[in-house]
Each structure stands twice: as C-alpha cells, then as structure tokens.
C-alpha cells in the first residue's frame, strides 16, 4: 500500500498524468488485442483552449517479427476553415468606379458583394453643386457631423465651385454594411461636363449615338438618368431652388427612352420597371418649411408627373406628418415623396428655423428611404453580385438602343 502511494504521489508531482492501458495476455495469438484508453481518477478536470489537442485515431499496422497487429497514435487532419456566418457583412473602404468619364462600364471586384437578395439600390440625380455626393456619404453614414475626410464620396471642394468645375465623373459606387448599393453620378446638363465631352478622343464618344456635340450633353444625361430608373430602387431627383421644369422634363425623356426590362415571366412579356422617385430640395430657407409652401410644392409635382409611371406615392415625405410641426396631410393635401433639408449655414444664425434641424431631417429621410417596398427589378431574385451583372447588360442596352440615336435627330 505505501509503495502505490507514493508512486501516485510522483505521478502527480509531473503534470498530466500517463493514461492507463489495459491490454490481454500475450499468450491469446488467436485474436488481436484490444487496447483500452483511460484516464485516472480525478483527471476529469477542465483543459484550457490552449491545452485542447486535435482529436487522435488508431493507425493498425502489422509487425514483421510476432504477426500481431499493433496500433500507432496519429493526429488527425485539420479541419478546413469554415467562414464565420456572425462575422460583420463586408464593406467598401472607399467608393470605386462604375462607369468611367468615357462612360464605359468598369470592371469591380465583387470582394465586398454578398450572395443575398436583401439589399437595397439608391441612386441620385440632380445639376452640379447641388450637393448630390455630400447628400449621399450622410445617407450612407446617418451622420450629420461627418467630417469631409471620412464622406464615401468625394464633395466638390472650394476650387472646383469657384472655378464651376464638377466633383464627380461618370458614376461611382459605394456598399454600407446595411447593404446599401448607394450610385452617385456625374451632374445633369453640366457645363463642364460638355468641356470634358469636347476634349475626349473621338474615339472615347459615345459614336453611333451622337451625330453632333450639341446635343452630347443631353445624350450624355438621358443615358445617366435612364440607367438609373432601370437599376434602382429609389432615384432621388435633388434641387436646390424650387422646381426647374428643366430636370423635370429631362427626367421624364428618360423615362420615355429608357429600354423595357422583364419583371415578370407571365406570358413572356417584357413589364416596364418604375423605381421610387424621391424629391428632394437642399439648402432650404426657413420660409419654405411652411405648411402653405409644402403644399403648392407638392402641387406643382403632382400636375407635373401626372402620366408618369414613377412611384411618387410611396408613403414617404414629410407630406405624412410625424416630421415637421403641423405638417400632416391635412394641412399640405395628398402626400408625396417630397423631403426637405436645410441650409446648415441658415441654421446657425436663426434660432427658431421652423424645423427640428439638419440632423434629425436627416435621420427622418434615412428613415424614409430604407423604408420604402422594393419593387423587383427583373422577373427572378438579384443578389448583389448577380445586381452587378445585371447593371452591366441594362448599361449595354441603354448604349445601344436605337431610341437614344432618334431622339437626338430632334433636338435643336
């Protein structure tokens, strides 16, 4: 008895103790021998991650002298890396390039694309300096005090204004990681724009489509406006003053151009795709936050979109009350997609602006727009990478539809 105590005594003195292995008698050659693994009693106490090893098997081999077979420990394979499904969704460092200056399609990695469907495309239109990237890298962050280092999308800096030069060319792209497929896009009938369509090779123009440079820019914007009314979810149409029937018409042509693309598979029909339009003034005055002025707004863009097909009621705006003090439907009549933002520099210098700031306008219009039902775009699920895809061939189409070629026949 004491000999086995003090030989548990030295086994415990070194750590993890040996397993026990109970074998048969060598002198049973008729069968192989059975090896039983197990541990002493009182071994059964928690292992650290670190300690943990990787699972063992038997490897059976056969010995050359005595004919019996003996079993060697062998660690198993690792197991492959499986990705981790609560990981964060990926997400872009920076926005990338859709469609270049040459309006070219450009190839983006689809590192940072999901294969899921739930996921929601808004695009923005409007003229230069209307503040079209700044509204866009606030939609994507829902921060109001954003410094201009951190936006997704590059605003136009105090050079570009002065010297009436565009920020943004072509179309650029950026993912939030609420899997927001955000396109901000070049301004619409921009002077310099038309400057930078004269200086490119003849080879970069658009040839087939544009029989002169007069009619380039309007081409140019046609295109752009098209190609977002077949991509997007929500198209927001951004002025900075009260309603230019310019735009107005410009985005109604497109509408009217725009190739058919397939919703539905019924009968085999090509349906035509509507998006949301989403109407939005920036750099508001505190007069126009008035419920009377809502309401003539709201007017003149219901007479104006009368046969259009756009979504323009979609239960957003701040026509539906619970964002400006009485505003509601009975004070500014039947609502539309109509919202309002202010001029930051108006707000600092009047206390009582008429509504509750910048910041929360903001969150209300994110709000809105994350809101909104998503209509299909074709007559089968997208997911984001498929969405890419899709963008390319809908972009393909608007390039070579003979209704863009026809119309510019008839512009003066």
Request: proline share 8%; aromatic share 8%.
């Amino acid at each position: 008895m004491a000999d086995r105590k003090t030989a548990k005594d030295e086994a415990g003195g070194m750590g993890r103790r040996p397993p026990i292995l109970l074998t048969k008698n060598d002198h049973d050659n008729d069968k192989a021998p059975t090896i039983i693994l197990r541990t002493r009693e009182g071994e059964n106490r928690a292992v650290s991650p670190s300690q943990t090893r990787t699972p063992i098997v038997l490897k059976k081999e056969t010995s050359e002298t005595t004919g019996q077979p003996s079993y060697q420990l062998a660690y198993k394979n690792s197991v492959p890396h499986v990705p981790n499904p609560l990981a964060p969704p990926p997400k872009l460092k920076s926005c990338v390039k859709l469609i270049d200056e040459s309006m070219q399609f450009c190839e983006v990695s689809t590192d940072s694309f999901m294969d899921q469907n739930d996921f929601l495309v808004v695009g923005i239109l409007g003229q230069q300096s209307v503040g079209k990237s700044t509204v866009m890298s606030l939609l994507a962050s829902g921060n109001p005090s954003q410094p201009v280092k951190d936006m997704c999308f590059k605003p136009q800096d105090y050079d570009q204004a002065v010297g009436a030069s565009h920020c943004t060319s072509g179309i650029d792209l950026y993912v939030t990681p609420n899997r927001m497929l955000l396109l901000d896009t070049q301004p619409l009938m921009s002077a310099s724009v038309f400057e930078r369509i004269s200086n490119l090779d003849v080879s970069s123009r658009d040839v087939g489509l544009l029989t002169n440079m007069d009619g380039a820019l309007e081409i140019h914007s046609l295109q752009m406006a098209a190609f977002l009314l077949s991509v997007c979810h929500v198209v927001i149409l951004v002025q900075d003053w009260f309603f230019d029937p310019d735009i107005i018409r410009l985005i109604q042509s497109a509408e009217m151009l725009k190739p058919p693309t397939p919703t539905t598979a019924a009968d085999e029909t090509l349906v035509e795709y509507f998006p949301h339009l989403f109407l939005l003034h920036n750099q508001c005055k505190p007069s126009e936050f008035a419920p009377d002025y809502i309401k003539m707004m709201q007017s003149m863009y219901r007479d104006s979109f009368l046969k259009s097909k756009l979504e323009l009621k979609s239960g957003v705006g701040v026509g539906m009350g619970g964002v400006i003090d009485f505003v509601d439907p009975e004070s500014c009549g039947e609502p539309i997609n109509l919202f309002l933002l202010p001029d930051t520099d108006e707000e600092e210098t009047h206390k009582f602006c008429g509504h509750p700031g910048f910041g929360e306008l903001l969150l209300k219009m994110r709000q809105h727009i994350l809101g909104v039902v998503k209509r299909p775009l074709t007559h089968h699920p997208l997911s984001e990478k498929n969405w890419l895809l899709y963008a390319s061939k809908v972009w393909d189409g608007i390039r070579k539809s003979p209704f863009f070629h026809e119309y510019s026949h008839f512009l003066p």
